[in-house]
Structure formats: C-alpha cells, structure tokens
C-alpha cells in the first residue's frame, strides 16, 4: 500500500548538535511538507517542495534546513541553529496541483532535546 | 488568500451525544473543504472532504459535514459520541486548480469525551 514514512517515530538529541528527519512516500506525489505541532499551536509550515531540486521556505524555517534530491524523499534536518526544537514533526505530501486529493500525513517524529 | 477559523479549540461532550465542531472559511471563489482527525502521537487522517457536488458528505467513523456556501462554514458533526471519538480534529482550504496543493489549515478544536 502507498504511504508516508517518518522515521525515527522518537528521537532525543542533545544540544548543539544537528539531526536529521526522514521523509519518505511512495505515493508518486510531487509535492511534500514538513510541519511543526506544538500543544495548542497547531500545525505551524516549516518548508514545502513543489518538485525535485526545488523547495520554499514556510512560516518558521529558521533553524531547519531540508533537501529534496529524489521525489520519493524530503528530509530535514533541524540544526543547532533551532532554538527550541522539542516538538512533534508531521511530514505530508499531496500532487502538485488540483487540490481536490489533499494531504497524506505520515505518523509523525516526537523530537526532544535532552 | 484563504483562511480558516476553528470555533472553540476545545470540545466536551457526554457519551451519546451529538458531537458539533465549527470551521469557517474565508475565499474568493467556492474552496475545497477538509477535516482531518488526529489521535494522540500519530499524523493526520482524512475524515471527510468537499471538492464539488452534494454539500452534505459523508466521512469515516459516522462523521458528516455540510458545505454552505451563504454561511462560509463546513461544520463536522456527528449524531453520537463515542469515547474513541476523543481527538484533536482539523479543518482545512485550498484553492481548486490553484497553482500549489497548499493546505491552509485551521488552529485545530480538541474534543474530549466524557463517559
């Protein structure tokens, strides 16, 4: 069956270091998404990619950075640079265009820093 | 630009009864319309959506929801609660034909089901 894939489901990082979310679907979806959930925030864009080798930032890129090298992956890496990482990621991806299909979510990486 | 607005972020009811949770949208042209459920650590699940057609559809779990366009509002309802019901529930826009997928998504309405 077609799906998204994050892994690891639960990763703890120590500060000052970077570490890397994966992202993985086999949806054949041009499109994929990384979100950030913070209690009571909801779901706040962190990039989108529209097609390989090409992405944008979304409302609080600062501190991630992500590459979009194959259409199948969308990975993201959230560097030192995040002042507050400790968060639930949801990755997504959708067609590129029409609208009518929405978003598939994979099931999420719980980030805390220790 | 689309936007859309969760009323009560969240919800209490009693077993049995009717669950109603309120979004509105604001767009320039008729949207496409979405609720998404989200139970605790997992990802978003599709519950309904309205691209065209029949304003009243029919999702998963005995959800239903009724596009009106006089009243901007894509209302999630459900005639009786059950305790698995219990979950933060999303509404959401996007544009049809636009040139991005992009989602615009509400701040989310967290129901709890009281036995």
């Known amino acids: 069956d077609g799906g998204i894939t994050q892994s690891p489901k639960y990763l703890f990082r120590k500060e000052g270091q970077n570490v890397t979310l994966s992202c993985e679907q086999n949806?054949?979806?041009?499109?994929m998404y990384w979100y950030r959930q913070d209690p009571g925030q909801g779901l706040r864009l962190i990039y989108y990619s529209q097609i390989v080798n090409d992405f944008q930032k979304g409302d609080i890129a600062e501190g991630y950075s992500v590459s979009r090298e194959k259409k199948e992956s969308f990975p993201l890496t959230v560097t030192s640079a995040q002042k507050n990482p400790t968060a639930f990621y949801l990755c997504?991806?959708?067609?590129?265009?029409?609208?009518?299909?929405?978003?598939?979510f994979g099931s999420g990486t719980r980030l805390t820093v220790v | 630009a689309q936007s859309v607005t969760q009323l009560g972020s969240h919800v209490s009811v009693s077993e049995g009864a009717l669950v109603l949770l309120r979004c509105n949208y604001s767009s320039s042209v008729p949207p496409y319309l979405f609720w998404y459920v989200q139970y605790p650590n997992q990802g978003l699940q599709l519950l309904l959506k309205y691209t065209t057609g029949a304003t009243l559809v029919k999702g998963i779990n005995g959800f239903e929801a009724e596009f009106k366009k006089s009243e901007t509002s894509f209302h999630l309802t459900k005639p009786s609660a059950h305790m698995s019901d219990a979950a933060e529930y999303f509404c959401a826009v996007t544009l049809p034909g636009g040139a991005t997928n992009k989602l615009i998504f509400g701040t989310g309405t967290l129901l709890a089901v009281q036995p």
């Open positions: 949806l054949n979806h041009d499109a």
């Open positions: 997504a991806s959708s067609p590129r265009r029409g609208g009518a299909e929405g978003y598939t």
